[in-house]
């Protein structure tokens, strides 16, 4: 790390995600120091990251921020799926947010940059959306959905531009991200053999790989961007190329809930599209990222890799052995 140079703090620091952010900034000649706030600090130590306790109250962290005179804030644990731990559709972190935004914009602290890494499901899953969102696409209100509370943390985040006009806030919409050791919802699915595929219907597929979300955080922290950005691995596929691309059988299987009965399907190792993908596998589900290209950042990897990344190294042929 540099001399001289940024103190960053990043919330969810031991998570899949977390993790890979601090791994990079660490090495990063702009960055002086990183801090990684999680709930439990001594769970896994980083050579170069310092661990504290994640603090339940924001006067906590502001002492926190003062102490390391930390400059930048990345959020890392937002979402539970889009920071890797979990496999089930997950809406924003409200309170977590909440007390960052208060610590953040605490005239005691000489924070100036807050990067949020938040999720691409806060456009809604509709047969009359979009066959691409972008940034200023209608969001969904409060009605209690995944994405409804998503809209909500968001919005606590929003309001530390609005009350402290010297701090740059990114809101970072990231795709379904797929990477070693993440656990997410299409990652589960990607996973299965036979491959489901949904009768009846041949939806766009677009996911993001750890790498290019990795990249993306940092760089909004780097150059303190302000505003919202989607994020996604390059191109789209649909979900008829994605059997072929991973090498697998495939069993056309109807795209609806199973509810309860999942559980049952599970324990008998069928196959089975989790409630969790199920109307996205219906309308399909993707985000323009020209915003984020144009500001200097753009993707490293394509919708294959994204693939490869979930199928692991390619077993050798008979041939090749």
Known sequence: MGEGGRAIAIAGANRPLGRRVAETLREAPWVARVVG??????????????????????RQLVALFQEFAIDTVIHCAFAADRSGTSSEP???????????AAAITDPKTSVRSFVVASSSDVYPVSTHAPLVYPEGAEEVGDDGSVAATLVEAERYARDVAERALHIDVALLRLAPVVGRGFSTPFGRLLAQRPLPVPLGYDPTLQLLHVDDAVKALC???????????????????????????????AIPLPPVPLGPLGAVV?????????????????TGHAIDTTKL?????????????????????????????
Request: hydrophobic letters at 35%; glycine letters at 8%; charged letters at 25%.
């Open 293 to 321: 290209t144009a500001a200097g950042c753009s993707p490293t990897h394509d919708q294959l890799a994204c693939l490869r990344e979930v199928a692991g190294p390619r077993r050798p042929t008979q041939e090749e052995r």
């Open 90 to 100: 997950s809406g924003g972190d409200v309170i977590q947010t909440l007390r960052l």
């Open 266 to 282: 599970r324990s008998l190792g069928i196959p089975w599209i989790p409630d969790a993908v199920a109307s996205r596998l219906r």
């Open 219 to 249: 760089f909004a922290a780097e150059r303190e961007l302000a505003g919202v950005y989607n994020v996604a691995s390059d191109g789209l596929l649909r979900w008829s190329q994605v059997p072929e691309v991973l090498d697998r059988p």
């Open 37 to 58: 706030i999680e709930s439990d600090a001594s769970s896994e130590w980083m050579d170069g990251v310092q661990f504290v306790a994640n603090e339940s109250e924001p």
